[in-house]
């Protein structure tokens, strides 16, 4: 008998690390499942504000696993819980959507629009169920200050209008009607009231301090968007001038006058089938130039390579050849990797250059 309990006093501690590895397992696989979308998109910013809406939502779901358990185990309103954990499942679910911001990104704005609503009704029912005395109203105020995150005031302002316009009537309309069509708690007792107000207005401050947080990031966010555009437009400035001062050069290597550059212009624009036997006599070198840098370079990217050689952009080829600004793109990256442009290096300063 001795022996035996021994045996099972041995093997507790292995089963108590057992469990704390799987527990261990479970919290990084579901952190993985928040940020492991993020981790796929390749541009940081739209990363980042992906990494917010995650949080957000991470916020929303801990806080209501948070009231449907507090209310099941302090309260035993079994139906109230059930419908709290169904919500709570909800946020879980948008937390697990994939392409929330990239693949759904026409639907997001009425998606957002949709869960304010749900969550305005969800706090005018509870303000309703609990006798209008548990401080459910301080939450209208949370909601209200969310809206900053999710929405542009000069791109959305409609949209503003409306939510605010809807939180703030059901405020109102719960706080002068009584509504006695809808249920009311038989769980709770007139002590109850003043914990779960406390709570109440402790969580809607931590709601509010959430809020302000995010906003606070988006606005951080946008900040080095636009500072990092800033610094793009610059840098293609630059390149601009560099490139148009290696278009000098050529002409006047190859002995071209403004009529001729005239000339050949006009004939790229128009997409003229003249315009590739025109080029190669105006720059005799460039073909065979560039060939010798790879054999295998096809009629099509050689004739890109000549737009590119009189410094037309992605748009301008775009329009030039009836073609997408997509199959532009795709064309010239084919042209880097053929001729193994380093992907810092502008390509059509690269072709310039040859």
Known sequence: ???????????????????????????????????????ELYDEDERNYL?????????????????????????GDAVISTFLTIITLFWFFLMAVKGKTNRFRKALKTSVIFVFILLTFIISFFHIYTFKNAGVEYFY??????????????????????????????????LYFDFDFLPKSTFFEAGDFKTIKLLNILFSIASFLMDISFVTQKD??????????????????????????????QMLINHLTEENIREIYSLAESNSPLFFDKFQIFFPHFIPAILSKNPNLIHSELYFCALMKIDFDTKKIAQCTNSSIRAVESKKYRIRKKLNIPSEMNINSFILKI
């Open 51 to 75: 990494n917010l809406i995650n949080k957000y939502l991470l916020f929303l779901f801990l806080l209501f696993l948070f009231y449907s358990v507090f209310i099941i185990i302090f309260f």
């Open 141 to 174: 105020f949370s909601l209200l200050f969310a809206i900053p995150f999710f929405f542009n005031y000069k791109e959305d302002f409609i949209s503003i209008l409306i939510l605010a316009f809807i939180i703030s009537a059901n405020c109102i309309a719960c």
């Open 1 to 39: 008998m001795n022996s035996s309990c021994l045996v099972l006093y041995k093997k507790q501690p292995e089963h108590y690390d057992n469990t704390k590895t799987q527990n261990a397992m479970i919290f990084k696989s579901f952190f993985r499942m928040i940020s492991g979308e993020a981790e």
């Open 220 to 249: 951080d966010l946008i900040f080095g968007l636009m500072k990092d555009t800033r610094m793009k437009d610059s840098t293609i400035e630059d390149l601009q001038k560099t490139n148009t001062g290696l278009l000098k050069q």
